[in-house]
């Protein structure tokens, strides 16, 4: 079965900042992958995805992330945060073989911005 | 340009109460999802649907029930809550989920209690 691990529940960082969020995922061949984002009392909103080709992928906000098969890794950066960027970030595999039924979500890294 | 809303937002409830929660989308998505969201747990699916008159199970449907009588909106139900369903619902919805490769778009969530 598939499953996604985000190893951080909460990281703190100081604005401006570099930031990396870590997602490993298990599945039998490369998923399809995503990073969505939560800000306080609202829902997700994606960030970006993966599906094939170019393994670095620009996302909204100035975030990118980089798929390394060799690792079953799909990390989550951005240069500079912002204290905007405060939110609880979530990694997703979708299956290459059925629906979006089959969406697995990590369980979350919450990010707090320090001034 | 409303997308996906949620009613309510916030709901208190007795044990063995009932209520429903509506969803309502208006992009004319096909596939529409209710997911259960619990500290620590990430997103669980509770119910699906693919289709007006089509519904089908999630990871996690015990308690609840839906229906999708019209296309643009999706009703979960619990008929006799519990404090176990002590949570946040969210309603998703994307235009075609017959691929892993969709794209999700979230509501802001409905917050129920159960006491």
């Known amino acids: 079965a598939q499953s996604v691990t985000q190893p951080d529940i909460h990281i703190t960082v100081s604005e401006g900042a570099s930031l990396e969020l870590r997602c490993n995922y298990s599945?039998?061949?490369?998923?399809?992958l995503f990073w969505y984002v939560q800000s306080p009392g609202q829902g997700l909103q994606l960030l970006l995805k993966y599906f094939s080709g170019d393994t670095l992928v620009q996302g909204i906000k100035g975030f990118e992330a980089e798929f390394k098969r060799s690792q079953s890794s799909f990390n989550l950066r951005k240069p500079s945060v912002h204290w905007s960027d405060a939110a609880e970030y979530f990694c997703?595999?979708?299956?290459?073989?059925?629906?979006?039924?089959?969406?697995?979500f990590g369980k979350g890294t919450k990010l707090t911005v320090n001034p | 340009n409303a997308g996906v809303t949620q009613t309510p937002k916030f709901r208190v409830l007795k044990t063995g109460q009932s209520m429903t929660l509506l969803c309502a989308q208006d992009m004319n998505h096909e596939y529409m999802y209710w997911y259960r969201q619990d500290p620590g747990m990430g997103l669980r699916l509770i119910h699906y649907?693919?289709?007006?008159?089509?519904?089908a199970k999630g990871e996690v449907p015990d308690g609840y029930n839906v229906s999708r009588l019209k296309k643009q909106n999706f009703l979960l139900g619990l008929e006799s809550a519990a404090p176990s369903q002590t949570s946040v619902y969210f309603c998703?919805?994307?235009?075609?989920?017959?691929?892993?490769?969709?794209?999700?778009?979230f509501g802001a969530g409905s917050r129920l209690t159960v006491l």
């Open positions: 998703a919805s994307t235009k075609s989920g017959g691929s892993g490769a969709n794209v999700l778009t």
């Open positions: 997703a595999v979708g299956p290459t073989q059925g629906g979006s039924e089959k969406l697995v």
């Open positions: 649907s693919v289709g007006e008159g089509t519904t």
């Open positions: 599945y039998g061949a490369t998923p399809y």
